[in-house]
């Protein structure tokens, strides 16, 4: 009788102890998951911060913003991300780059980047503008979209971004354009200070996203992706772990403690006669 019960003993810890394990961990995923949330909003609410402030003009941004040969900190990166601007100069139609294999609205073309020269006293100053996306011939992948450049001196608006995320490059792939690269008008990526280096252009650490009303004149679309704090998934996630640790819990307490104690007391209690 005591040989059989040492080992109904250990069962019990060993399920009592992997249960509390499993309700530890499930647990702790939920409020990680809280947690996430919580660090996603902050990072949210600050992009809406940046975004309602005034926007810059030519002197602020040619004054805030740093040229790309010097170094942008992430204290400073902070700062200047998605502020908006509202600036007059002229385009550099000649050296526009168009980023290929880019969706807007479900449908694969190009980011079409031009360099903007800002009016300031400041002469030389130049920061690259994401102006939209354009559709791609896919019968000849080498044409180019029509898009329309206005010249002489405008106004844009915009905020600015980080240049574009650099998808994956095969290395010597330039789409058949020329054999670096670099200078070709269609490229898969675009590294600003190389294309400083290249086009002797005095450009700025960042890129100016713009929200200009006038795309379909230009042949552009700016559906550009709204800033989504994304917390609903976490708080999902969060619910999944915490029920889950409830349902440990609850199975527990039914199998280990009401069936193995409780029910067995209670049935002999009934039986006994009075």
Known sequence: ????????????????????????????????????AAQKQEIFDAMARQQALAPWGNAEL????????QILNDAKRKELLHRPAKLQGQWLAEQTV??????????????????FRLATPQEGTVIIVQRGWAPRNFMD???LPPVHTPAGMVTIEG??????S?????EGADGGADPDGQKSRI???????????????????????????DAASQGLLRDWPQINAGVQKHYGYAFQWFGLSVLVVLLY????????????????????PR
């Open 62 to 69: 040619a004054s805030q913003v740093p040229a790309i040969s």
């Open 166 to 170: 650099k998808l994956m490059e095969l």
């Open 1 to 36: 009788m005591r040989t059989s019960r040492i080992p109904d003993l250990w069962r019990f810890l060993l399920i009592s102890f992997a249960a509390l394990v499993c309700t530890g961990i499930t647990a702790s995923l939920g409020f990680w998951q809280l947690g996430r």
């Open 98 to 115: 168009f980023l290929e294999n880019r969706q807007m609205q479900g449908k694969v073309g190009f980011y079409v980047l031009t360099p």
């Open 141 to 143: 992948r080498m044409v």
């Open 159 to 164: 905020r600015l971004e980080a240049p574009p």
């Open 187 to 213: 490229r898969q990526n675009a590294d600003i200070a190389q294309w400083a280096q290249q086009s002797s252009l005095p450009l700025l650490a960042l890129s100016l996203v713009e929200t200009s009303d």
């Open 253 to 272: 307490v039914w199998f280990q403690l009401v069936r193995r104690f409780y029910l067995p007391r209670r049935a002999v209690r009934i039986a006994a």
